[in-house]
């Protein structure tokens, strides 16, 4: 969600007695602390800023009772939200916050409002807020301090369903309003922990589905009653078997739902759940992957479903009354399909789509007639039809074990080995996808830079056993199979196995951090964005309200033994084994990953005499969401991988 950027956007000219033929240079934006970075030359953001103008759309809501959609934008720094009301139509814009505001839902009925959350400055304290469409009024819905998670309609469309951290700072309790009478906003039901969500309303408004989720792979599924706010369990939480359940929606007659969830299986199935007996009944059991999200159509007759098959989406139509499954349509663009969403009238589909040629745009698809209709035709300021499609790699790991990656060739035009940056996804329950790559494009493009994004054990999208591999005391295994990656590069002929990067963010910048200090002989530099240097400092200083599910995946530090492994693995325990220059990148405002992980390796590479640049923003969180700021990183990071990778 990019915009256009001006060639000298942000540049000091250099225009100081003394220093007139000096080559002007980009300065960082006012919020951006920099250390050890050196000065950035224009011709650098000429280059290089190209690949950051782009746009890509993200699918909102469908108006209830006109052919228009809501989306997500960027025309300016952040993404905000537009209007689209015809099938490549113009993008009018509703919200202009500093901040970024990405989903929103219409008012049911008429959709003469629209309820959306935003934070300020990256701090995930999210606010929900009405806009009255007639008005362009804006009001605040909540107390403006708690974190609120929007969520469902009910069915009437006079309520939403919602939860917040307002009474204890990190349970999330469930709360309902009708947003056009914020007094009549009220705590429904008190809840411990911060893993709830309610995912749906029943067809009499009577009950709402509500799910806890204690770690990747346990959760539970609650009715609550939605006058009284008594809950009554609708899974056993005396199964032998930890199951995960995902997203649910109650079936048009109310006697039961519809759920994604791994019972008795390795991948989440497609299921429905009586209501009356609790009997699950599996729907996609002939396909060997994860469904990943789906929509009940508002006529209770079909159901959109997608599932990750190697990291490439697969949109199905099912027929509830028939139990049929429908396959791809033939259409569709190859890629990665985020939200679908039924239009209220009528068979017709809205998706979002993204992949290596395109930054991600909005589509209709009538299911009946198989008319597909694109929506947004993002612009980029390079041409994306030649840019290199993902391959996919699988190697062998220290234990035997297959893992798997998406490698991207650098042009033929480059000559000889070519260096590799090998990016870690976060998580670490994620998984690395054939995505539009935005400006890393400069590094295949420009640089002749391969890059190869691994799905490390503890990765989604290959079953659960796999996902649960990392847990713990099984740490290490993760920095074991990027070691092993290293070993492949080394037997791949267009490949320089003598100049390798590793970057990530979030668990990924703790894995760049992991694989800098473990296997610092056999890389040259490394770029860790909001990464953990400690995962014990780390669990004792992120936000409450998700320190329970992170205990689970990396240990609860609290257990001696678990805490002494945790230290004993620690980065910021074995300063004196990084040897290789780093940048490290972090915001303030971080609520997962405190700044202070990034400010405690930073000042120990410091006094160690390890190279290091340094950049933290002062009005960001997990990661930059600002493009000046998005830009002056992504410079930074050019100029860092060409002193250090590229010679």
């Known amino acids: 969600m990019k915009r256009f950027a001006l060639p000298f956007a942000g540049i000091c000219l250099g225009c100081a007695i003394g220093v007139a033929a000096q080559e002007p240079s980009v300065a960082p934006p006012e919020s951006l602390v920099v250390e050890g970075v050196p000065k950035i030359p224009a011709s650098l953001a000429e280059t290089a800023g190209r690949y950051g103008a782009y746009r890509n759309a993200g699918l909102a809501d469908w108006h209830p009772t006109e052919r228009k959609m809501l989306i997500s934008t960027r025309f300016a720094e952040t993404p905000q939200l537009h209007l689209v009301s015809v099938p490549g139509g113009e993008r009018h814009q509703l919200t202009f916050f500093t901040d970024a505001v990405r989903g929103a839902r219409f008012h049911p009925n008429g959709g003469d409002y629209i309820v959306f959350p935003k934070d ?3 701090g995930e304290w999210y606010q929900l807020y009405r806009l009255d469409l007639a008005t362009g009024n804006i009001t605040l819905l909540t107390d403006g301090k ?24 990190k349970d999330t309790d469930l709360w309902v309003m009708n947003p056009m009478d914020p007094k009549s906003d009220h705590l429904l039901t008190q809840l411990e922990g911060g893993g709830w969500q309610p995912l749906d309303w029943s067809p009499d408004d009577k009950q709402i589905l509500l799910l806890e989720e204690l770690s990747i792979n346990e959760s539970y599924l609650w009715l609550v009653n939605a006058t009284t706010g008594g809950k009554t369990a609708l899974t056993p939480r005396d199964a032998k078997e930890k199951v995960s359940y995902g997203e649910g929606q109650f079936s048009k007659d109310g006697m039961g739902i ?11 199935r497609l299921a429905y759940v009586s209501l009356k007996t609790k009997e699950h009944s599996y729907l996609t059991s002939k396909i060997p992957w994860d469904v990943e999200t789906f929509d009940l159509s508002h006529d209770g007759k079909r159901i959109a479903f997608v599932t990750d098959e190697n990291g490439l989406s697969v949109l199905r139509d099912f027929n509830v009354a028939t139990k049929q499954i429908l396959h791809q349509p033939k259409n569709l ?18 998706i979002t789509i993204t992949n290596a040629q395109g930054p991600g745009d ?15 035709d993002s612009e980029t300021a390079v041409p994306t039809k030649d840019f290199p499609a993902a391959e996919l790699v699988k190697w062998k790991s220290f234990d035997g074990k297959m893992i798997s990656g998406f490698l991207y060739r650098p042009s033929a035009k480059f000559t000889g080995k070519r260096p590799v940056l090998v990016v870690i996804h976060g998580g670490p329950e994620g998984q690395s996808q054939p995505i539009f790559l935005g400006r890393s494009n400069y590094l295949l493009n420009e640089l002749g830079i391969a890059l190869i994004y691994p799905n490390v054990r503890g990765s989604t999208g290959y079953g659960k056993t796999f996902t649960l591999m990392d847990n713990g ?7 074991k199979d990027i070691n092993a990656l290293f070993d492949w590069i080394a037997t791949q002929p267009e490949l320089d196995a003598s100049r390798i990067g590793v970057t990530g963010g979030s668990y990924g910048g703790h894995m760049t951090l992991a694989i800098s200090t473990f296997y610092s002989d056999r890389i040259r530099c490394s770029v860790d964005i909001v990464g953990m240097s400690n995962l014990v400092t780390f669990l004792e200083h992120t936000e409450g309200y998700r320190r329970d599910l992170r205990r689970v995946e990396y240990g609860d530090e609290r257990d001696p033994k678990m805490r002494e492994y945790l230290e004993r693995i620690a980065p910021m325990n074995n300063i004196e084994k990084i040897k290789k220059p780093m940048l490290v990148v972090a915001g303030k405002n971080d609520p997962r990953v405190p700044v202070t992980e990034s400010d405690q ?19 960001e969180g997990h990661g930059f969401q600002k493009k000046a700021n998005q830009d002056y990183q992504f410079y930074a990071t050019v100029e860092f991988l060409q002193e250090y990778l590229l010679k």
């Open 120 to 122: 300020i400055g990256g």
């Open 362 to 376: 909005v589509y209709s698809l009538d299911v009946v007639t198989g008319k597909l209709e694109r929506w947004t």
């Open 473 to 479: 005391f099984q740490r290490e295994g993760t920095y």
């Open 258 to 268: 519809f759920v994604t969830t791994d019972k008795d299986s390795e991948f989440h």
């Open 601 to 619: 390796i930073v000042a120990a590479l410091k006094k160690s005499g390890t190279p290091v640049w340094y950049i933290m923003a002062k009005d």
């Open 146 to 169: 708690s974190r609120n998670s929007l969520g469902p309609w009910s069915s009437k469309g006079d309520q939403i369903a919602y939860t917040s951290t307002r009474r204890t700072g």
């Open 333 to 350: 663009p190859s890629g990665v399909i985020g939200t679908v969403r039924w239009r209220r009238n009528g068979p017709e589909l809205a």
